[in-house]
């Protein structure tokens, strides 16, 4: 941010974490204080964060791949879609057996979880986090390693 002559709050290279309230305060000696507060809406295409690129996983077990996504206007869905070995994409439905999406509201946006229950070698491959609003669209990639279940290590008492 920066004052020029005349006070005018300019932003550059905006992003959705600058949103929320301004307060102007205007002080002189022998005046009152005078506040106006403004707020300030970012509209724009989506943005998403993940924690992760790369997610190895032991076959056999639930695998979690996470994004979220900010916005405004929010995205009215998240898609996720994977891509496996011979570069084929294909969206990915909650319907399929063994996969969950679960979808929850945060400040100023969606948490998107993909779950995979009982992962196999064949579900290895990258799995793409999509939303898209009247601006533009946004896509995230995470990477999903299967690694060989090994045998359980036996325990002497």
């Known amino acids: ?11 550059h290279r905006v992003r959705y974490d600058v949103q929320g309230t301004y307060q102007c305060v205007a002080a002189s000696d ?14 724009g295409r989506p943005s998403i964060q993940s924690d992760v690129t790369t997610i190895e ?5 639930t695998a979690r791949l ?27 439905m909650a319907t399929n057996s063994g996969l969950s999406i679960i979808e929850k509201p945060v400040d100023d946006g969606t948490s998107s979880t993909f779950l995979l229950k009982d992962v196999g070698i064949s579900r290895e491959g990258t799995y ?7 601006f533009g669209e946004a896509r995230r990639e995470i990477h999903l390693t299967v690694l060989a279940a090994s045998l359980s290590p036996t325990r002497s008492v």
Not at 57 to 61: F, L
Not at 128 to 134: E, G, K, L, R, V
Request: negative net charge; charged residues 20%.
């Open 1 to 11: 941010t920066s004052l020029y002559w005349g006070n005018p709050l300019r932003f």
């Open 30 to 43: 022998g005046f009152q204080e005078v506040t106006k507060d403004v707020f300030i809406d970012v509209v």
């Open 57 to 61: 996983v032991v076959e056999g077990a």
């Open 66 to 92: 996470h994004c979220e996504i900010l916005g405004d206007p929010l995205p009215g869905k998240v898609t996720w879609s994977w891509r496996d070995k011979q570069g084929v994409e294909t969206i990915v």
């Open 128 to 134: 793409i986090c999509q939303a898209s609003n009247m």
